[in-house]
């Protein structure tokens, strides 16, 4: 059988991207004849370094380069020939990208559905916001909603707050499967990970992108005790978004205390996590939160927002509603963080290994293929 996974960003190397990787390895793995469509050439060092793997050899690879920005306008539209073109070269069409159900595609994995309710009403005439994209995608969702049923294709969600959301608004039924975490983010002996001495760090990995709230983070610290630091890390989405949070910490006296490591190696963000005592994530709504997971596995107290899909592995304990609640839940776990606490996080974690992971989708997967050979 042959296999198309689709997913054209996979060298932004983030966790919608892990995914698609996981699952063109898992297939190949399992015997699948896998084609991969990406829109740049994939360097293996690069899929190595951050993804802890490199792709099976066996997976073939269609590159579409393109200039267009990635989920624009124009990326839509182009997303839309580009998996409609690939599908006919295939048996069965994965898309891993889109966060949309075409009718040609088979398995749609949806990190969270386009058709929600911030852009779109449930009944014509749908539009709810005025924002570019949800004008332009018109034509697709009136195709989605009225030409065609979801009968026959599998649909997954990353968490049962995304698969709650896709039913909410439409109605259909959903698997939920858990991103995977790449085995480089466990350490075979914990203990070996929770030795020598944290420092009171926090710290928050994140594209710096106006959706993840990250303007939070110097008002945060500036509730919390001079002794406490903080560290936001992560890969440069807008530069105008850090230039902000630059400009915010300058303006509240924070220089000192509150540290930028943009576009930091991978080597650099385990180093620093290694030595911090909590993981804040200020993104509210969040549809999953794999950065979470993967600070929880080496040993960091997560601290995080009372919503979305982190209310599904992080206990209630340690989530927050307000900054100054975020603050004092920092101060205390500052000063309580143990290496029983952390061992009990990263149990946790190790919940959503990518081996898990595999086993899953793959479980799903051929399930699935058997119902079209009936």
């Known amino acids: 059988m042959k296999v198309g996974v689709f997913c054209p960003t996979l060298n932004v190397y983030g966790g919608g991207e892990f995914v ?12 699948y004849d896998v084609t991969l469509l990406v829109n ?10 951050f993804f802890g793997k490199k792709l ?19 990326d839509f539209y182009r997303t839309v020939f580009l998996s409609y073109i690939f599908k006919s070269k295939c048996d069965l069409w994965i898309d891993v990208y889109s966060c949309r159900i075409f009718p040609w595609t088979n398995i749609s994995y949806i990190h969270f559905p386009f058709l929600n309710y911030r852009y779109y009403r449930p009944k014509f005439p749908y539009i709810k916001s005025i924002h570019l994209l949800s004008i332009c995608a018109l034509p697709h969702v009136l195709i989605e909603k009225n030409a065609f049923n979801v009968d026959g294709k599998l649909i997954i969600a990353n968490s049962r707050y995304t698969a709650e959301e896709i039913r909410k608004f439409s109605g259909k039924k959903v698997e939920v499967l858990y991103p995977p975490v790449s085995s480089i983010h466990f350490n075979n002996n914990p203990g070996n990970l929770l030795q020598g001495r944290r420092k009171n760090l926090v710290v928050t990995v994140s594209r710096f992108e106006r959706s993840k709230g990250l303007e939070k983070i110097p008002h945060i610290a500036k509730l919390t ?9 992560g890969r440069i989405h807008y530069k105008s978004t850090l230039l902000k949070l630059q400009k915010i910490t300058k303006k ?10 943009p576009n930091a190696p991978r080597q650099k963000i385990k180093k620093i996590l290694k ?12 549809h999953f939160g794999i950065s979470i997971v993967e600070a929880m596995a080496t040993g960091c107290t997560p601290i995080v927002h009372d919503s979305g899909g982190p209310k599904e592995f992080v206990p209630q304990e340690f989530r927050y509603n307000t900054i100054h609640e975020a603050a004092t839940k920092i101060t205390k776990e500052i000063y309580e ?30 399930q699935y293929a058997e119902t079209l050979h009936k």
């Open 56 to 74: 099976n050899p066996s997976v073939k690879v269609i590159v579409s380069p393109t200039k267009v920005q990635p989920r624009g306008v124009l």
């Open 337 to 366: 963080w143990t290496t029983k606490k952390a061992e009990k996080f990263i149990k946790i974690a190790e919940n959503f290994r990518e081996e898990n992971f595999a086993e899953k989708f793959i479980k799903l997967f051929e």
């Open 20 to 31: 698609a990787a996981t699952i063109a390895n898992t297939l190949a793995q399992n015997n």
């Open 252 to 261: 509240l006296g924070l220089t000192e205390r509150v540290k930028f490591f």
């Open 40 to 49: 740049e050439y994939i360097n293996q060092r690069e899929i190595e370094t």
């Open 275 to 286: 030595n911090a005592k909590i993981y804040l994530h200020t993104m509210v709504g969040e």
């Open 225 to 233: 005790k001079p002794n406490v630091q903080f560290a936001i890390v």
